[in-house]
């Protein structure tokens, strides 16, 4: 009887849990159990695994072996262990030193000729290890780039399973093998490369939009088609400041995770800007799939922004599934195989035609909708979802001779005032933007004079505004006294985030 251990990392959802790799060689009948909650693929490492061995050059061990996963209680998934059950069960065999391999990290996925492919949540999955105090951590040589991005971690970059095999102590000879490459699903070109002086005109919208940035509010904008409401959701990003070291590393975590991330760059520091297309599913932005559900465009926009282009258009069940992150910053996914959470503190901007002809400008004479369907179009809007969001435009096409607007840069050197206001006024909170703020928080330093919120007092009475919505208007009245360099919004500051948040509506 022999026995090998070394390490693994299983991810569920972005946290990481060192696991045991233990293999078990009994002088028995020949087979392979691979014991421990795997799921598929994982249940597949049995036959990858035997076959890297063999091509390698490495006799495999004729006997029973039982390759178990401890803690056996947690959901394990992915082709990621299956250099560490080679490794466990080498050791087992005495072709590598037991002893050597007992406290390193091993992750990465095997091909049938022994070669050590990348996988994706490297990064997750070494930060998980380093913090457990396994600093030691051997990875495919596609996937050293990213793992050394974590602080404190001893990384080895690897070719081959003959290559470890050697490092650990083996007699084998280390073939030649062509290096494999990460295979990733990239974004398009980030958008904040352009600047918001290319929009023409649309005032109110631009100010609309500087307010979202320096509070980190939601948008929805409402025009016919080439008002320049996707511009302007485009150029929202450029207007975010820099992410700091810890939303940079839980970023490119995601990103890692999700196989969008190029570790060439290092790591993240601008925000994301994701933008499904409408006919994308529920698993698609929320996130899912069999086992653990895999985070989607809401998680990939942590931090950053997520735009639904033609809001309308999206399917009830993706547009209701929104609720849940935009009011905790958070996606927890409940599957068979478990439930994985998610990061999704993302700003939510929403563009819509002001029908589904997109004709409806002025008196609407060119409009062909009939009112049903109208109010089936916008009815996709929910009242619960419109009631999360902090601001709402309407775009009126522009003119001919409307002047440009302010560059990127200017209206961002503002949007940094802000925020280094509310990061002074927060700094003892857990909350970083006034979208975070608790209302009662705010409430509490208006001081007593109730005529500052005596508007949104008369729109509760009409109902025209929730006790949700009045939070909502204090959250974009303090953004305004902020990019107004004042210590607390006025009653002027209040009237001006009710118009933004009713479009003028019920004022």
């Not at 083996?170 to 070109?189: L, Q």
């Not at 849940?324 to 409940?334: A, D, I, N, R, W």
């Not at 969001?389 to 209206?411: K, M, W």
Request: with cysteine.
């Amino acid at each position: 009887m022999a026995l090998g251990r070394t390490l693994g990392v299983a991810l569920v959802g972005l946290t990481g849990h060192v696991v045991e790799v233990e293999a078990h060689l009994a002088p028995s009948l020949p087979a392979f159990s691979l014991v421990g909650l795997p799921d598929a693929s994982l249940a597949e490492a049995r036959d990858r695994v035997r076959a890297a061995v063999t091509s390698s050059g490495i006799a495999w061990p004729n006997r029973r072996i039982t390759v178990n996963l401890s803690p056996a209680s947690l959901p394990k998934s992915g082709s990621g262990f299956d250099l560490a059950v080679a490794v466990a069960t080498l050791a087992g065999a005495g072709v590598v030193d037991p002893a050597r391999v007992r406290d390193v990290v091993h992750v990465g996925e095997l091909g049938l000729d022994g070669r050590v492919r990348p996988v994706r949540g490297v990064l997750p999955a070494v930060a998980a290890a380093v913090a457990a105090g396994r600093t030691q951590v051997v990875v495919a040589e596609a996937n050293a780039a990213e793992a050394a991005l974590v602080p404190g971690a001893d990384v080895v970059a690897v070719r081959s399973l003959a290559q470890v095999a050697v490092r650990h102590g083996a007699d084998v000879e280390v073939p030649d093998v062509p290096p494999v490459h990460a295979e990733r699903t990239m974004a398009g070109p980030s958008p904040a490369t352009s600047d918001l002086r290319e929009v023409v005109g649309q005032d109110e919208a631009r100010s609309c939009l500087e307010v979202a940035a320096a509070g980190g509010h939601h948008l929805l904008m409402v025009g016919p088609p080439g008002t320049g409401k996707t511009m302007l959701a485009a150029r929202l990003p450029g207007l975010l400041p820099d992410l700091g070291e810890a939303d940079a590393v839980e970023v490119t975590a995601v990103h890692s995770l999700a196989g969008t991330f190029d570790p060439a760059g290092g790591l993240l520091r601008r925000p994301p800007f994701e933008d499904p297309h409408h006919t994308a599913t529920s698993a698609s932005v929320v996130g899912g799939g069999s086992g653990i559900a895999r985070p989607g465009a809401a998680s990939r926009a942590h931090r950053g922004v997520l735009f639904l282009d033609e809001a309308p258009e999206f399917a009830t069940a993706v547009l209701q599934t929104l609720r849940q992150p935009l009011e905790h910053g958070e996606l927890v996914l409940h599957r068979a195989g478990g439930a994985a959470r998610y990061p999704a503190r993302f700003q939510l901007v929403l563009a819509a035609n002001p029908c589904p002809c997109g004709r409806a400008v002025g008196k609407g004479l060119d409009c062909s909708c009939r009112p049903e369907q109208r109010r089936r179009y916008f009815g996709k809007l929910s009242g619960p979802l419109l009631d999360r969001i902090d601001l709402q435009v309407e775009l009126q096409p522009a003119r001919a001779g409307d002047p440009d607007g302010e560059s990127t840069a200017a209206v961002a050197r503002r949007v940094a005032t802000a925020r280094a206001a509310q990061a002074e006024r927060l700094a003892a909170t857990p909350w970083r933007t006034n979208a975070e703020v608790p209302g009662a928080w705010l409430r509490a330093r208006l001081g007593p004079d109730r005529g500052l919120v005596a508007d949104l007092d008369r729109a509760v009475d009409r109902g025209t505004l929730s006790l949700r919505g009045v939070d909502r208007v204090l959250r974009v009245a303090w953004t305004i006294a902020d990019l107004a360099g004042r210590p607390s919004p006025t009653a002027a500051d209040v009237g001006r985030a009710l118009l933004m948040r009713t479009r003028g509506h019920g004022a």
